[in-house]
């Protein structure tokens, strides 16, 4: 069946850094964008970044521009979230997202990142 694993998440000081990873199976990893949201208590869950099916274009929400990178690496069904100049307000559960248009997606069940001040 269809599972994306998230982990590497955990906690962090103000100013550390985490790689979060998102291993996924039962689909075609490489067939589908995939992006990184994040959810803090009492808050919508917003898009941090996304990357392309090839690895190509990515984009970022504007609050992580310069500090997070996305990748992925197809041959292991993996997308990364390297977090680096991590600050308090970067602490929620960050759940990773596969999407394929038009109607086809996929959400893992998130990993706590806590960065203490």
């Known amino acids: 069946q269809v599972q994306l694993v998230e982990s590497g998440g955990g906690l962090v000081q103000s100013g550390g850094s985490l790689r979060l990873s998102c291993a996924a199976s039962g689909f075609t990893f490489s067939r589908y964008t995939m992006s990184w949201y994040r959810q803090a208590p009492g808050k919508e869950r917003e898009l941090v970044a996304t990357?392309?099916?090839?690895?190509?274009?990515?984009d970022y929400a504007d609050s992580v521009k310069g500090r997070f990178t996305i990748s992925r690496d197809n041959a292991k069904n993996t997308v990364y979230l390297q977090m680096n100049t991590l600050k308090p307000e970067d602490t929620a559960v960050y759940y990773c997202?596969?999407?394929?248009?038009?109607?086809?997606?996929?959400w893992g069940q998130g990993t706590q990142v806590t960065v203490s001040s």
């Open positions: 990357i392309t099916t090839t690895g190509g274009p990515t």
């Open positions: 997202k596969a999407d394929r248009a038009p109607w086809s997606f996929y």
